[in-house]
């Protein structure tokens, strides 16, 4: 049931894609000529897409919401993977080591100090 309506949804998708790429930015729908009053006219293509658009994004979030309800009861497992938790362990003061004064700090060393002598 759920590869049948994830399937169902993929060809939702795509049909809501073309309906949108088909129309016009202005609504003009598929620009076609004829009659002023006919099916297919530009003003009957532009109600068209529209409603076909209109009636495609319905199905499409209906279909997106009962994929999620469905998904969200196969996952069956709702524990917490707790197999990498670490817990924090208190390092005793008299352990840490003391703070390193700026003058006890090696010098830095220049590794190309050398290299141009020949």
Same mark, same amino acid.
């Given at each position: 049931m759920f590869i049948f309506l994830t399937v169902l949804q993929a060809?939702?998708?795509?049909?809501?894609?073309?309906?949108?790429?088909?129309q016009k930015s202005e609504g003009g729908g598929l620009g076609v000529g004829g009659s002023?009053?006919?099916?297919?006219?530009?003003?009957? $293509? &532009?109600?068209?897409?529209t409603r @076909?658009? +209109?009636?495609l994004?319905?199905?499409?979030?209906l279909l997106s919401i009962v994929l999620a309800?469905?998904?969200v009861n196969m996952s069956g497992g709702?524990?917490?993977?707790?197999?990498?938790?670490r817990t924090a362990v208190p390092v005793p003061a008299a352990s840490a080591p $003391? &703070?390193?004064?700026?003058?006890? @700090?090696? +010098?830095?060393v220049d590794p190309l100090a050398g290299a141009a002598k020949r």
């Open positions: 060809l939702v998708g795509a049909l809501l894609v073309g309906v949108i790429l088909v002023p009053s006919g099916f297919m006219s530009a003003r009957g $293509a &532009a109600n068209f897409l @076909a658009t +209109a009636g994004a319905t199905v499409f979030v309800a469905l998904a709702s524990s917490v993977d707790t197999s990498l938790q $003391a &703070a390193v004064a700026p003058s006890a @700090a090696p +010098a830095p």
